[in-house]
Structures are given as C-alpha cells and as structure tokens.
C-alpha cells in the first residue's frame, strides 16, 4: 500500500523558523507536493519535488531526498497568517500509463504564537 | 481567470439517499480529480478524469462514481449514503493527467443524517 507520515501538529513563533517532515511508503513515486490548507478552506499548491535536492520559493524550501523516502516543508520568517494545515503529497501511478493518483499525509497542524 | 467553482456548497442528504457533486475545472484545464476529506484528515484520492474518462481511482467502492463532460466539467455521484459518507468534497483541476499541481475548489461540505 501506499502511506505517508507527518507530525501531527507543530507550534513556533513569529519569525522563527519551523521544518515539517514527511515521510512515505509508495509504489511508483513520481514526486512530492506541498499543500496548505486554512481552517475552512481549500488546499493550495505550495511547492513540488520530482528530484533530490532544495526547492525554494520565497519564505518557503522543500526538500526532498528519493533514496531515504522522505521530505520537509522549511517555512521562514513565521507569520501569524502561515498558521494552517500542510499536508504533504505523493504523486504515483497506481494502475497504467494513464492519470495519476495523489496520495496525501495526514497533515501538519501549525500554529504560530505572537 | 475563473478558478474551480463546486456546485453546491453545503448538502444535507439521509442514509440511503444519492446525491450528485458537481466541478468546473479552472480555465484551461482539462483534468478533474475528486477528494474526499474527513474533519481533521488529508484528503483521500476518490478517481481522476481526463478526456471524459475515468484514468484512476483510489479505494472507493462503487457507490462512488463519476463523469466528466465535453466542457471538462465533471460531477461524483454517491449511492446509498452513509453516514460515514459525511465529509467535505474537494474538486482538484489539472493541465493533462501528467501535471503536478492541482488547484482546489472550495469543496462541497455532505452531511449525512
């Protein structure tokens, strides 16, 4: 099957700095998302991985190492508004060549404190 | 530039009634996945359309099915609900099934009594 960790929740203050892990277990892998998701509203993209290495794009990094299964949100700069769920994302194929299925984690509640 | 639009927005259905969830993918997309997600929980992979069929599907059983229209609109259609049934439903659109990012709609919030 096809199963993906994340801590469940995460707190940190305004400007510091905070790194969520997403770990998994997945036939396929094609590569590794970031969502964030406001109480109440839809996730949005954040970043995507397809190969090892840092991605960075403004205040947030995803990193994503293929050979250990795992992969981390880096957000700077706290701001009160980044307070939200993030749920990591693996995209694989399940049955053919056609389509793909993205399998979510269970999400990351973070909350930032003034 | 219109962004997915879901159709309705809250729904109140009894066990063992059907209820039909509709999607307007964003302007130039052709791909439709739906999500279902449980207070508290990640969304979970219903299926996925793209040129009016069904390309992938998650672990759902068949009550849960879908369409998607020439205009690339799709709906999910849910048999025999079940409490259990009660959740938010996302629609994602894509470009092409081989595109990684996916924007959600507002989803459509089932309770199931």
């Known amino acids: 099957g096809q199963s993906l960790e994340q801590p469940s929740e995460v707190t940190a203050v305004e400007g510091a700095i905070v790194q969520i892990n997403c770990t998994y277990q997945t036939s396929g892998f094609y590569g590794l998302s970031w969502y964030q998701q406001h109480d109440g509203g839809a996730p949005t993209f954040l970043s995507y991985n397809a190969l090892d290495g840092l991605e960075e794009t403004g205040r947030f990094s995803s990193f994503l190492s293929r050979s250990d299964s795992y992969g981390y949100l880096l957000l700077q700069e706290l701001q009160m508004k980044d307070s939200a769920s993030y749920f990591c994302?693996?995209?694989?194929?399940?049955?053919?060549?056609?389509?793909?299925?993205?399998?979510f984690g269970p999400g990351t509640r973070l909350s930032v404190l003034p | 530039d219109a962004g997915v639009t879901q159709s309705p927005t809250h729904l109140i259905k009894t066990r063992g009634q059907q209820v039909t969830l509709r999607c307007s993918p964003k302007s130039g997309h052709d791909t439709v996945s739906w999500y279902q997600q449980a207070l508290g929980q990640g969304p979970q992979f219903i299926f996925q359309?793209?040129?009016?069929?069904?390309?992938q599907r998650g672990n759902f059983p068949d009550r849960f099915s879908g369409h998607q229209f020439p205009n690339y609109s799709s709906e999910l259609n849910v048999n025999a609900l079940l409490l259990g049934d009660s959740a938010l439903y996302l629609c994602?659109?894509?470009?092409?099934?081989?595109?990684?990012?996916?924007?959600f709609g507002p989803g459509t919030r089932l309770t199931v009594t």
């Open positions: 994302a693996v995209r694989s194929l399940v049955r053919d060549n056609y389509g793909q299925n993205f399998v």
């Open positions: 994602a659109s894509s470009l092409g099934t081989g595109d990684h990012e996916q924007y």
């Open positions: 359309y793209y040129e009016e069929e069904e390309r």
